[in-house]
T-cell receptor, first 110, second 113 residues
Framework: EDKVVQSPLSLVVHEGDTVTLNCSYE??????LLWYKQEKKAPTFLFML????IEKKSGRLSSILDKKELFSILNITATQTGDSAVYLC??????????FGTGTRLKVLA | SQTIHQWPATLVQPVGSPLSLECTVE??????LYWYRQAAGRGLQLLFY??????ISSEVPQNLSASRPQDRQFILSSKKLLLSDSGFYLC????????????FGEGSRLTVL
C-alpha cells in the first residue's frame, strides 16, 4: 500500500531557529513530491520535486529530494511567527493519484 | 486567475440529513477536479476525482457521492449524513497534467451532530 510518513508530528521552536521537516514515502510509481503549507484553510503550494539532489529554494524555505532513500526534507531558516502552520507532504504516484502525509504542525514562538 | 470557490464555508448538520457542497473553478477549461477530506489528525484522503462533465471516479466507497454537471462545477453530496462524515472538505484542481501540483479551494468545514 502506498504511504507517506511525515515527522515530527509537531514542533515548537523560537523565532530565528532553523527547522527541518521530514517526509518519507513508499509508492509503487513515483512521479513527484509536493510540499504545502496549511495555515487555516486551503493548503498553499510550496515546492514540487522530481529529481534527486536538486535543491529548490524560495526565500528562507528550501527542499531536496532523495529518490534512492525515498525521502525529502523541508528546511526553514530564521523562522518567523508567520511560519506557524501545518506542513503537508504529498507524493504523486500515478494518474490522478496523490498520497498525503498527516502533516507536521509547526509553532514558532516570538 | 484560476480561483476555486467552495461553499458553504461552514456547515453544521444533524445525523441523517442530506448534504450538498459545491465547488466552482474560474479561469480554466476542462479542469481535472478532486474532492479531498481532511479529518482531525489525519492526512488528506481522496474521495473523488473528475476529468470531465459527468465523469466521476470514486476512490473510497462510502456514504458520499459526487457529480459534475458543468465543466467548472463539482458537487459533493450525501443523502444521509453519518457522524463519521465530519471533517474539512477540500476541492482541488491540478495543472492539467494530472501529476503536478494541486491547487485547493478554501474548504468547507462540516460538523455532523
Amino acid at each position: 500500500e502506498d504511504k507517506v510518513v511525515q515527522s515530527p508530528l509537531s514542533l515548537v521552536v523560537h523565532e530565528g531557529d532553523t527547522v527541518t521537516l521530514n517526509c518519507s514515502y513508499e509508492v509503487t510509481n513515483f512521479r513527484s513530491l509536493l510540499w504545502y503549507k496549511q495555515e487555516k484553510k486551503a493548503p498553499t503550494f510550496l515546492f514540487m520535486l522530481t529529481s534527486s539532489g536538486i535543491e529548490k529554494k524560495s526565500g528562507r524555505l528550501s527542499s531536496i529530494l532523495d529518490k534512492k532513500e525515498l525521502f525529502s526534507i523541508l528546511n526553514i531558516t530564521a523562522t518567523q511567527t508567520g511560519d506557524s502552520a501545518v506542513y503537508l507532504c504529498a507524493v504523486s504516484s500515478g494518474t490522478y493519484k496523490y498520497i498525503f502525509g498527516t502533516g507536521t504542525r509547526l509553532k514558532v514562538l516570538a | 486567475s484560476q480561483t476555486i470557490h467552495q461553499w458553504p464555508a461552514t456547515l453544521v448538520q444533524p445525523v441523517g440529513s442530506p448534504l450538498s457542497l459545491e465547488c466552482t473553478v474560474e479561469g480554466t477549461s476542462n479542469p481535472n477536479l478532486y474532492w479531498y477530506r481532511q479529518a482531525a489528525g489525519r492526512g488528506l484522503q481522496l474521495l473523488f476525482y473528475s476529468v470531465g462533465i459527468g465523469q466521476i471516479s470514486s476512490e473510497v466507497p462510502q456514504n458520499l457521492s459526487a457529480s459534475r454537471p458543468q465543466d467548472r462545477q463539482f458537487i459533493l453530496s450525501s443523502k444521509k449524513l453519518l457522524l463519521s462524515d465530519s471533517g474539512f472538505y477540500l476541492c482541488a484542481r491540478d495543472r492539467g497534467t494530472n501529476t503536478g501540483e494541486l491547487f485547493f479551494g478554501e474548504g468547507s468545514r462540516l460538523t455532523v451532530l
